[in-house]
Each structure stands twice: as structure tokens, then as C-alpha cells.
């Protein structure tokens, strides 16, 4: 089992920067890899950015070059540095840790842009 609790979420204006953190327990031996998703309303949940154990990173399209995902293994989290946020990115936003038996996910944090 892997226990996942994110935070850093909040309201910021069109262009500002948010930081979420993911921390993990548990299993965490057993992930292979972890990324950040989100949903907004009405939409399905999309992936935003992977990074695996060896370090390997994966944006989607609409984020390259705004947001960074990192990890510090001696704190057992993961991070998601958003910059030059833009409303459209407003949303619910989860981390997930994927291991060989199972997908885990946390409760969410809310990120709001107003324009």
C-alpha cells in the first residue's frame, strides 16, 4: 500500500506560480514511477507530468515549459512547480504513484486561476 497526500493548492492570478507537493508512505520501495493529473469540471482527468524512479520526466503538450515536476527521495516527495499558470488551468489536481501491482492516487488538491 502507498499513501499519497498532496498540498500547496490555493487561488492565484492568470501568470502567477503555485508549487504542489506530494507526499508519500507506505510501499514507496515499490514505485516506479509518479505523476501529477488533473480534471477540471466537466472534463476527464488528463495527465499533466510523470517522472520515474530513474528520474525520466514527461509533460503533456500544454504544460511544457511552464510547469516542473521533481522529486526529493530523502522526503519522499514529489513536487509540481507551475509557472505562468493560465485559468484554463484551473482544476483539481492528483498525484499518482504507480507500482507493478497496483495505481494509487491521492484526495486532490484544488488549484483555481483567475484571469
Known amino acids: 500500500q502507498v499513501q499519497l497526500v498532496e498540498s500547496g493548492g490555493g487561488l492565484v492570478r492568470a501568470g502567477g506560480s503555485l508549487r504542489l507537493s506530494c507526499a508519500t508512505s507506505g510501499s514507496i520501495f515499490s514505485i516506479y514511477a509518479m505523476g501529477w493529473y488533473r480534471q477540471a469540471p466537466g472534463k476527464q482527468r488528463e495527465l499533466v507530468a510523470t517522472i520515474t524512479s530513474g528520474g525520466t520526466t514527461n509533460y503533456a503538450d500544454s504544460v511544457k515549459g511552464r510547469f516542473t515536476i521533481s522529486r526529493d527521495k530523502a522526503k519522499n516527495t514529489v513536487y509540481l512547480q507551475m509557472i505562468s499558470l493560465k485559468p484554463e488551468d484551473t482544476a483539481v489536481y492528483y498525484c499518482?504513484?504507480?507500482?507493478?501491482?497496483?495505481?494509487?492516487w491521492g484526495q486532490g488538491t484544488q488549484v483555481t486561476v483567475s484571469s
Open positions: 499518482m504513484a504507480s507500482t507493478r501491482l497496483d495505481d494509487y
